[in-house]
């Protein structure tokens, strides 16, 4: 295929949730997307007709097992095969669930390190090189439970914070070409597995803003970060409403 004259991005856990509105955000800007997609296969395939209704041929949808690792540089390359070129990476796929001490398996560890920590290493090492032609970038879906570690989820919270240091290691080992940056939600959208009305306002009243946040605020950051941050590498953007300013 000859190549897009449009940037192209990546992204993985695109069909549902925060990540299927930031591939809204991004085809809204002008960008052709590849979606990664795990066991959504119908969210996938309604999201990428909704998109390319609006634009034909600008969505590629990709099935796989983050945890499959020869998938990862598979992936990678078959986007740039079919549309020329690559320009940005997010990553986006994640699992969540608790592993309390006592309870933790070693599955639970592989599950949650593949999908925080090591598929989103493997997948930049891949993009890197078509990524340099483009002087493009990456952003890293982090969280705030990088560095504060929640209850119950040791093995999650691990994860999460080698991805953090992922974002200041790899914008040292890209840069000048590619610039490297994370987003860190806040209350954006509650987890599957729901939480109380009481607990989920003792959270917002731990937040400056007193109030939960939305997808779209999350998929704004990330447009940001991979668009209009042109001197901006090796940070991670917190959008959680100020929760992070309270210990």
Request: net charge positive.
């Amino acid at each position: 295929m000859t190549e897009s004259q449009s940037p192209v991005a990546f992204i993985s856990g695109g069909a549902k949730r925060v990540g299927r509105v930031i591939a809204r955000t991004l085809h809204a800007a002008g960008y052709q997307l590849a979606i990664h997609y795990r066991a959504s296969k119908r969210e996938a395939l309604s999201l990428a007709d909704e998109l390319e209704s609006a634009r034909p041929r600008s969505v590629l949808l990709l099935e796989a097992d983050l945890g499959e690792s020869a998938r990862l540089a598979e992936m990678i390359e078959r986007s740039v095969a079919h549309f020329g070129r690559l320009d940005a990476l997010v990553n986006n796929a994640s699992s969540f669930y608790p592993t309390p001490i006592g309870q933790a398996a070693e599955a639970h560890w592989n599950d949650l390190f593949a999908s925080n920590a090591k598929a989103p290493f493997f997948l930049a090492q891949a993009a890197a090189p078509y990524l340099r032609r483009q002087r493009g970038a990456i952003v890293n879906l982090v969280d705030i439970y990088a560095d504060r570690p929640l209850a119950e989820h040791p093995i999650y919270c691990m994860a999460k914070a080698a991805n953090a240091m992922m974002v200041k290691s790899l914008a040292r080992e890209l840069g000048p070409e590619v610039r490297v940056n994370g987003v860190a939600p806040g209350a954006v959208m509650w987890p599957e597995a729901g939480k109380t009305s009481a607990e989920q306002k003792a959270l917002l009243q731990r937040t400056a803003l007193k109030r939960a946040g939305s997808a779209e605020d999350v998929a704004e950051a990330v447009l940001f970060l991979l668009r209009d941050a042109r001197y901006v590498t090796g940070q991670i953007l917190a959008v959680d409403g100020g929760r992070s300013v309270y210990i």
